[in-house]
């Protein structure tokens, strides 16, 4: 019966290095989506899963972002070669389908030095 | 220009007082109007949900939708120091699948 699980929830990384940020959705979710939150921004889409369906990539800001969900459920979002502007609070959501209400985990925060 | 535009506040209340909370939005395909509540270091939590133009109720939370102005609006109403949070509007068209296009968010104080 637990929510929406991302890890770690605070992550501290050197220019230039890889991070995989980890999200495991609700039970039984078929929706998952990744969002960016940056300071004093709203959240900006950038990739979704639903299902066996193709991702919807179209909101990824650069190749060097990726993502892929495992068995229809847990998530990896991958930043490779990440830079300071990638600093930001990365979000996880799912739904069931395609509902209007999706449901968050508490984020990771990325910290790019 | 963003496609919606939110004043970040922050907006300071005393508790008790009628809190309006206000988005405008230039694209006239939205059609689903949504309020997410966010507390400091947690994900938003969806409060309200409507579709098209209209008011809804639920409890002390109204949602008004005005699409010939583009302009939504979140009414709390005996605010509690609780409420203290930033509230995003968030909005998206029929073929938009789940993709929602954000505000930047208003943060609420409630002062006790």
């Known amino acids: 019966g637990a929510g929406v699980s991302q890890s770690p929830s605070n992550k501290v990384t050197e220019k230039g290095k890889d991070v995989e940020l980890r999200c495991d959705p609700i039970?039984?979710?078929?929706?998952l989506y990744w969002y960016r939150q940056s300071l004093g921004q709203g959240l900006e889409f950038l990739i979704y899963?639903?299902?066996?369906?193709?991702?919807?990539k179209s909101g990824l800001p650069s190749d060097r972002f990726s993502a892929e969900r495992t068995g229809g459920s847990v998530s990896t979002l991958t930043i490779q070669r990440t830079q300071q502007e990638d600093s930001a609070v990365y979000l996880c959501?799912?739904?069931?389908?395609?509902?209007?209400?999706?449901?968050f985990g508490s984020g990771t925060q990325l910290s790019v030095l | 220009q963003k496609e919606v535009e939110q004043d970040p506040g922050p907006l300071s209340v005393p508790e008790g007082a009628i809190v309006s909370l206000n988005c405008t939005y230039s694209?006239?395909?939205?059609?689903?109007f949504m309020w997410y509540r966010q507390y400091s270091r947690k994900g938003p939590e969806l409060l309200m949900y409507?579709?098209?133009?209209g008011n809804k109720e639920d409890g002390r939370f109204t949602a008004q939708v005005d699409k010939s102005s583009k302009y939504i609006s979140l009414f709390i109403r005996d605010s509690q120091p609780s409420d203290s949070a930033t509230y995003l509007c968030?909005?998206?068209?029929?073929?938009?699948?789940?993709?929602?296009?954000f505000g930047g968010g208003t943060r609420l104080m409630v002062k006790p």
């Open positions: 968030a909005m998206k068209s029929n073929n938009a699948g789940n993709m929602l296009t």
């Open positions: 694209n006239s395909a939205f059609q689903y």
């Open positions: 899963f639903q299902g066996n369906s193709a991702p919807d």
């Open positions: 959501a799912s739904s069931l389908e395609i509902q209007e209400k999706l449901f």
């Open positions: 409507t579709y098209s133009s």
């Open positions: 039970s039984g979710h078929t929706a």
